[in-house]
């Protein structure tokens, strides 16, 4: 590419003005004509045009290639979401329909204080219910120690009465130990001298070989 | 007012919007017709051109991928349907179509200004060879650069500018020999 044909296609892309082009292509009468020829090109482009555009209807040609038929849309499934919606709102609302006596009334709510009251309702009834809940389980625990104090009662006076009994057999068989034992201390020790002796004036009789004798 | 780009016309036209369509149109048809009224000569031509460029369009508006400029790509179809139409009829430049033109635009009061001007610059466009012509259409009517004009016209740059230097050549030496007649005649 020769150095004119840079600076030709500089001042086509507008990297160099018109001015410039000249001064730097004056010696290349070529390019110069060339420059002047594209000049006067430009001048046509940018002159405006008056032939009618013809009109062409080619919205025909589009629907046929481009448009689908619109899909028949049932409206059921949307007013059935409204009447959801609606539903949901009057719910939701402090708006109050009534119907009393004939007459449909629609009543704006004090929600804070009819939340107020509902709240302080459910208070006080916690409040009865929980009272109610101790009297009963206080009155059970009464009843429960009560029957377990009698028991013990009983339980003790048992034992009571087993160890008494205990003792008592302890002491009947001491007893009897004992006097088995002086029994036989006394047989061995005093009867035979009792055997022997007898005052004169005794009165309870002596034994015999021949049998008893009265004094 | 908020333009909207031809990509998102075109996306909108894909989708069956006909108004979408109808703006992609209106954006382009003038630059259209007024291409087919300098290359083939008549009006009926260029209407032909139109319309017919506008049911390719139509028939292939899904395949533009947005690789170059929709004006562009839009433009390279308008270039083969041209070339197509002309080979079709065997066009020459002494149609009588091609003479008729300015002495119809001559009616307008605003053209008379400079109207001795461009009736040179149209003469001499329609001397030359069609394939050069093509391309002094694209470079400075349509404002497509080299590179843009070797796309639509699946040729190489060089290609392209060699086109573009030997038509304005072809030119300056036209406007020398009537220079010359001129001369003469006095």
Known sequence: MSNNQQIFEDWLE?????????QQLQFDPVWLDRMLNVQAMRADAAAPRFEVVPEFDSSALFAKQWQRPKPQRSWWPQVSLALSCAAMLISLSPAQLQLKDGSLTLSWQNTEAEVNAAVSTALTAYQHEQQQWLLQQLDFQQQNTSTQLVLLKDYLQNELKHDQRSDMLQLV????QQRQSDWQYWQENYQPVQANYRPTDSYYLSPTNTGVVKP | MFKRSDE?????????????????????????????????????????LLQDVLMVLCRNLGQYRGDSSFKSW??????YRAMDMLRRRKYTDSDDALAQMPAEAAEMPEQLANQQQQQQVQQQLRKLPIEQRLVLELKFYQQFTFDEIATQLAISSNTVKSRFYAALDKMRLQLESDHVEQSANF
């Open chain 2, 8 to 48: 998102s016309l075109i996306a909108k036209a894909l989708n069956g919007d006909q108004h979408a369509w109808q703006q992609l149109v209106n954006r382009h048809q003038s630059a259209l017709f007024y291409f087919g009224l300098r290359l083939l000569g008549s009006q009926e031509d260029a209407s032909d």
């Open chain 1, 173 to 176: 068989e001491y007893l009897n």
């Open chain 1, 14 to 22: 507008g990297k160099l003005t018109e001015q410039q082009c000249q």
């Open chain 2, 74 to 79: 839009l433009f390279g179809i308008a270039n």
